[in-house]
């Protein structure tokens, strides 16, 4: 509080999505539902990937890793939003904001490098298949997710770097519904080029880099494919065709927004939902759901729950009669 009060600015205004309150009242029930899917969705993969012995091998591992950053990365601000949908006076504290800037690139720069990891853990098991688990070994599994979470801690600590010392003297309305790092840089009482500038480097080239790597081993992948069988060709591309949908998704509104900072639109805070909110309950979808063994032993998982919850319930004399 001590930079706020410094800064001579305690608090910022979010406009949030809307200012119609019968569409704030859709959008709180529609929010609230994808909300609630989204956490009991991820954790249910993460559940089943750890309790399934037939799971334990590094594509789950790291699809497990995935569902637990989807939900820390629709919780940083999704509550929040929801909450905000039912008052009149949106407003977050300096603090707060610092800390949504902070969460938010440090689950998006980890993403997207284990979407990296995932895609080469896939360019291995096709193109690679005989040395996959000399290659993808435990230890390579654990270094991978490890510099996934370093890079997302290095990228939003330079970002905190140069945001949490910014004058703010005056102008707190954030035309968002969470303090995205471009607007709130514009608040600034200082000319804020040369921010802009670092954005550009730091979240920008990011994006780019990992978003280039990921389809180009995407490409690698259905090339390799391409010269052993059109059946495999056309499964492999209609894996990786899910795979590719979501990374657009994911990276599009991310490399819209941070690599040309400079001028931001309306629609930024439409795109900035695609990848804090939709990205997090497709990759369920796109990563399960066309997975029989995933989905087989997700039934097994639930079916498992409700029976024991069943038993539970019987009262103890009753159960110890059947026993």
Same mark, same amino acid.
């Given at each position: ?20 309150? @019968? ?24 559940? $089943? ?7 334990? +091998? ?49 689950? $998006?720069?980890?993403?997207? !490098? ?43 600590? +330079?970002?905190? +770097? ?13 035309? +968002? ?69 979501? !990374? ?64 539970? @319930?019987?009262?103890?004399? !009753? ?5």
């Amino acid at each position: 509080m001590d930079k706020a009060n410094s800064s001579g600015v305690s608090e910022f205004v979010l406009l949030g999505l809307s200012s119609s309150q @019968e569409l704030q009242l859709f959008f709180f029930a529609f929010f609230s539902v994808l909300y609630v899917v989204i956490v009991l969705g991820n954790l249910l993969i993460i559940i $089943t990937v750890t309790s399934d012995i037939s799971l334990h +091998s590094p594509m789950y591992f790291l699809l497990g890793n995935l569902s637990f950053v989807d939900i820390c990365q629709a919780s940083f601000a999704t509550p929040k939003m929801i909450a905000d949908f039912l008052s009149e006076h949106k407003t977050i504290s300096f603090n707060g904001c610092i800390a949504q800037i902070f969460f938010i690139h440090l689950f $998006t720069g980890g993403e997207m !490098v284990l979407l990296v990891s995932m895609a080469y853990d896939r360019y291995v098991a096709i193109c690679k298949p005989l040395h996959y688990l000399v290659i993808m070994s435990w230890r390579t599994c654990m270094v991978l997710v490890v510099i996934s979470w370093t890079v997302g801690l290095v990228h939003t600590l +330079s970002q905190l +770097s140069f945001t949490v010392n910014l004058p703010f003297c005056g102008p707190n309305v954030v035309d +968002s519904f969470f303090c995205d790092l471009p607007r709130v840089t514009k608040l600034a009482c200082l000319d804020s080029y040369i921010i802009e500038i670092l954005i550009v480097v730091n979240s920008g080239i990011l994006s780019l880099s990992t978003f280039s790597v990921l389809v180009s081993s995407y490409v690698i992948i259905l090339v390799t494919v391409w010269f052993k069988s059109s059946a495999a060709m056309a499964k492999a591309f209609s894996t990786l065709a899910a795979h590719i949908t979501v !990374v657009i998704l994911f990276f599009g509104p991310c490399i819209f927004i941070y690599v040309w900072p400079f001028t931001t639109y309306p629609v930024d805070k439409v795109l900035a939902i695609f990848y804090t909110i939709f990205t997090p309950i497709l990759n369920p979808i796109i990563y399960t759901l066309r997975n029989r063994d995933m989905k087989s032993a997700m039934r097994k998982t639930v079916a498992h729950y409700l029976r024991s919850k069943k038993v539970s @319930e019987i009262p103890l004399v !009753v159960r110890n009669s059947l026993y």
